[in-house]
């Protein structure tokens, strides 16, 4: 039988002490888009498509702050045999999610959004497995999922390292940096589900806010959900499961000064179907100190990514909200 996830319980326990509100905006009449599309084998041809391709993904991480890349050297067989590891592993029942025994995972891998929420928009109706790369070789039971794994994070972490470096040399900065700091050993892989949810109006799937990373590579399936403000207005991404998506970081908005974006998204809550993701998060070590690269008088003081991730969880645990990058903002 299909495990109970933790979310009908905690409405159930705690809705009658949640701040009353009016139903999301995320269930208002939004746009659709389709996100800049970039063949990435176009990097192994000679120039113009060569530059050409180079000059779309700075473009894009400018204005947009996301991206979509075909051709990226993933096969889908992989993605199909993730997924059919996460719903798997996703249906077992809470208890052993939050053991250390299921998969040899540590109890704090398994994540569900928000247990303290406040209202109901600082409730995000999903759970994940949030696992360091290097731990992936510690996977037992499943050797598909293990296997898996390590291919796609392999991969993800090649085409971040080159789309690091391609946006680095943009700027006229030094590209090593990132081959430096930003090792396996410091990223992670996150496996997300996003229950059918019946209350859907009230709640988002993952609410509002930006990455903390530098770059994020993004495998989604077909059902949809993913939103991102652009000029203002949230409109939705089409889902395309073919593509990975990539969007840029905290991180590198302060590294590149402002002209790369870290761009606010969000999941939509699904009332008739669950949906599943897959991210790999590319992130420096934790004493890594993030300045801005530019010549240019600096937006962001320099910090540590140690200092931002611990002022972000500061501010999640007073203020129920991300603040983010304006706490670092250069005052001299």
Avoid at 1 to 11: G, K, L, R, T, Y
Avoid at 27 to 34: A, H, I, R, T
Avoid at 95 to 105: A, F, G
Avoid at 245 to 270: M, P, T
Wanted: hydrophobic share 35%.
């Amino acid at each position: 039988m299909e495990s109970e996830s933790p979310f009908a319980e905690f409405v159930d326990s705690v809705s009658g002490n949640i701040i009353g509100q009016e139903d999301t905006e995320a269930k208002l009449d939004v746009g659709e888009c389709e996100l800049p599309l970039i063949d990435f084998s176009h990097l192994n041809l000679g120039n113009p498509e060569n530059e050409e391709c180079k000059r779309k993904i700075c473009e894009a991480s400018a204005e947009w702050g996301f991206f979509q890349i075909v051709n990226h050297g993933v096969c889908q067989e992989i993605f199909s045999r993730i997924h059919r590891e996460q719903v798997e592993l996703f249906r077992q029942p809470l208890q052993e999610k939050t053991e250390e025994k299921l998969l040899n995972l540590s109890s704090g891998c398994y994540q569900w959004e928000r247990q303290t929420a406040a209202t109901w928009k600082q409730f995000g109706w999903s759970e994940a497995f949030h696992i360091p790369v290097t731990t992936v070789s510690q996977l037992n039971e499943s050797e598909d999922l293990r296997s898996s794994l390590e291919g796609f994070a392999m991969k993800a972490s090649d085409l971040a390292q080159q789309i690091a470096e391609i946006l680095a040399e943009n700027l006229g900065c030094e590209s090593t940096f990132f081959a430096e700091n930003c090792l396996p050993s410091s990223c992670y892989i996150r496996m997300n589900r996003y229950p059918e949810c019946p209350v859907s109006s009230k709640v988002f799937g993952l609410i509002p806010h930006t990455d903390s990373d530098f770059l994020t590579v993004l495998h989604q399936d077909q059902v949809g959900g993913l939103q991102l403000l652009k000029d203002g207005k949230w409109i939705r991404v089409k889902p395309n499961p073919d593509v990975l998506v990539i969007n840029i970081g905290d991180l590198f908005q302060a590294w590149s000064n402002g002209v790369y974006k870290s761009v606010e998204h969000r999941v939509v809550a699904n009332h008739e179907n669950e949906r599943f993701s897959l991210a790999y998060f590319f992130c420096p070590s934790q004493d890594t100190v993030i300045e801005s690269c530019s010549s240019e008088p600096s937006i962001y003081r320099k910090f540590s990514f140690r200092e931002y991730r611990q002022q972000v969880q500061e501010d999640v645990k007073t203020t129920g909200d991300k603040v983010g990058l304006s706490r670092f903002l250069n005052q001299a």
